[in-house]
DNA sequence: ACCTGAACACCGTTCAAGT
DNA sequence: ACCTGAACACCGTTCAAGT
């Protein structure tokens, strides 16, 4: 079980008031939309401030450090996407292993697809944190999941679920990523998740009851 | 294929008296170092030069900057790779598939493996740099030395080898550094790598001639 | 309760001066 | 041909003063 994120990397205050609401959104588009433009390189604190349309020091009240804000922005996304697992995992529950496969591998490619310049930016910039908290708060409620999923499979039997989650999720979540870093062509990527799913499939039927 | 990596990030003069290459090794050196202490964060260029016993002068004499050091580290560090995998592929032409495939994983697995705090580090700084260039010279060079491997199979037959290279390499690499991202056990680890060589065997059975 | 922006310390990079 | 290190611009962060 993973503990809080290091006290250096957690919001300073949560907002109350509306105003600053919209000051922190504000503050996450800035941050996103110069991460688009020039990357971590070019993100500086000014810059970020500037465009949100408030002081450095406003952003300072907020976060403690430009790492927390950076921070911030990956946790938010990593929580829209466990959520977004997590629902295809309830839908799919009892349904074949096939099926299964397929929804979880659509699902993950989806997301990280729609929005490929964001998804990459975030990859990029969540290298550069101790994110060791993130990921594994991450991984912990996907896992949760995905096993739950497996587990009810109408036409399986696990010997060991986790095992088996770990492969699969280990391939998909790893096979995706590498995906992109080596910015596979659309036909590519087309037939490179035929495969993946031919993959896991195949291994999965090692498990049919 | 892929052109030079951008004049920015070259270094700047190759070193032809053996002080200067005493020199840019000491340079090299002290960054994994820096990068192993405390990651990129603290990877000032003040430190480097000081653990390296140079002047910030001379590591500018050989980088134009900080992004070129990091990425000559890196182009170092693939080319070694990239080698490794050329060697395995050289020793297994002709062999069958399942041969193949647990040399293959073997081989990367093992590279990655060995100094895993050293590829922690890499895989991180290079999230940091313009890396195309250098993941597509990779990439490239990798694929031309697997295909071969794979096409020269004894007992396999590929209506089309890049794509199955492709699905193989996307898969294995991607697994492996997800593997390091979640921090995986050592148990956990030898039970993946013993799922993902089955993955990739069930996948290329579909080819057995 | 929230915002501002000048001020400070530190880092990347340069270049005139050295061997 | 190679090295030095003070100097400069810029960036992260703070904090006294404001609404």
Chains 1, 2 share one sequence.
């Not at 938010?76 to 466990?82: G, K, Q, S």
Request: glycine share 4%; aromatic share 8%; proline share 5%.
């Amino acid at each position: 079980m993973p503990g809080p994120p290091p006290t250096a990397l957690q919001p300073r205050k949560t907002p109350r008031q509306s105003r600053s609401r919209v000051t922190v959104e504000a503050i996450f588009e800035a941050t996103i939309q110069v991460l688009l433009r020039g990357g971590m390189n070019e993100l500086t604190t000014t810059r970020v401030a500037e465009r949100a349309g408030v002081s450095v020091g406003t952003m300072y009240q907020y976060f403690p450090n430009k790492q927390a804000l950076v921070y911030a922005l990956n946790a938010r996304y990593l929580d829209a996407l466990a959520a977004r697992i997590e629902a295809t995992c309830r839908e799919h529950a009892g349904a074949p292993l096939g099926q299964m496969v397929e929804a979880l591998i659509n699902t993950y490619w989806t997301a990280k697809t729609e929005r490929a310049d964001v998804t990459r930016a975030l990859y990029r910039s969540v290298a550069e944190l101790n994110n060791d908290v993130l990921i594994h708060a991450f991984a912990e409620r996907v896992d949760r999941a995905t096993t739950e999923m497996l587990a009810s499979a109408c036409d399986a039997v696990f010997p060991d679920v986790p095992r088996a989650n770990l492969a699969l999720v280990t391939v998909i979540y790893g096979t995706v990523r590498n995906a992109f870093e080596r910015g596979v062509s659309d036909q590519e990527a087309a037939a490179l998740r035929q495969d993946l799913t031919t993959m896991c499939r195949a291994y999965l039927a090692n498990f049919r009851a």
